[in-house]
């Protein structure tokens, strides 16, 4: 059971590129989230996911697409790098019990540096 | 504003010692969840609590959730050298319909020295 999957590890952009950072998850969880971790900031929830065909904004959504179109892929595009999006990027899913969110599934990180 | 404080930011201490961090807001929350994070990992969820009052246990990790569901508590006992880490609170709030949505604190960073 590999749980949550991200690609790629690492990544330098140029300012100004594009690119898609992958998520996939094989646990069957409806919900799927992306955060940005930053030193001093936390983690903060960029979009998310609460089934596929359904997404809406988090906290700091400028600059970032995404789309579910499955229940295991919720890619992250960045439309246009800028160096304010060097990041450690964390995508997350979970379900929910009936009562309660059980709890998130973290992947290990994309870490994204803009030049 | 953040809405989950935790404290303190950073604790150094040594092994065998015992510790407690703190996760505070003036906000009410359905339910809430402590995460440990390594270096270079994403977050591992260590516990959620939902009921105020609530006390759960995880060998030497004891988490409370306080009555009025505002704020918890993590109290390591004995420490260990492999307890360091970071350590995320994190809430959901019940806005109606499933709560999936979690904010989080900006964590206490632990380090246990042997």
């Known amino acids: 059971n590999a749980g949550v999957t991200q690609t790629p590890k690492f990544q330098v952009l140029k300012t100004g590129q594009s690119m898609t950072l992958q998520c996939a998850q094989d646990?069957?969880?409806?919900?799927m989230s992306w955060y940005r971790q930053d030193p001093g900031m936390g983690l903060r929830l960029i979009h998310y996911s609460v089934g596929a065909g359904i997404t809406d904004q988090g906290e700091v959504p400028n600059g970032y697409n995404v789309s579910r179109s499955t229940t295991e892929d919720f890619p992250l595009r960045l439309l246009s790098a800028a160096p304010s999006q060097t990041s450690v990027y964390f995508c997350?899913?979970?379900?929910?019990?009936?009562?309660?969110?059980?709890?998130?599934?973290f992947g290990s990180g994309t870490r994204l540096t803009v030049v | 504003t953040q809405l989950l404080e935790q404290s303190p930011q950073f604790l150094s201490i040594q092994e065998g010692e015992n510790l407690t961090v703190y996760c505070n807001s003036s906000?009410?929350?359905?339910?809430l969840q402590w995460y440990r994070q390594e270096p270079g990992e994403g977050p591992v969820l260590l516990v959620t609590?939902?009921?105020?009052?609530e006390v759960k246990k995880l060998k030497r990790l004891t988490f409370q959730f306080g009555d009025a569901r505002k704020d918890s508590s993590l109290h390591i006992t004995a420490a260990q050298p492999g307890d360091t880490g970071l350590y995320l609170c994190a809430g959901a709030q019940d806005r109606g319909g499933s709560n999936y949505k979690l904010t989080f604190g900006k964590g206490t960073l632990l380090t246990v020295n042997p």
């Open positions: 609590v939902v009921t105020g009052g």
């Open positions: 646990m069957n969880h409806e919900y």
């Open positions: 906000s009410v929350f359905s339910s």
């Open positions: 997350a899913s979970s379900y929910w019990t009936g009562t309660s969110n059980y709890g998130y599934t």
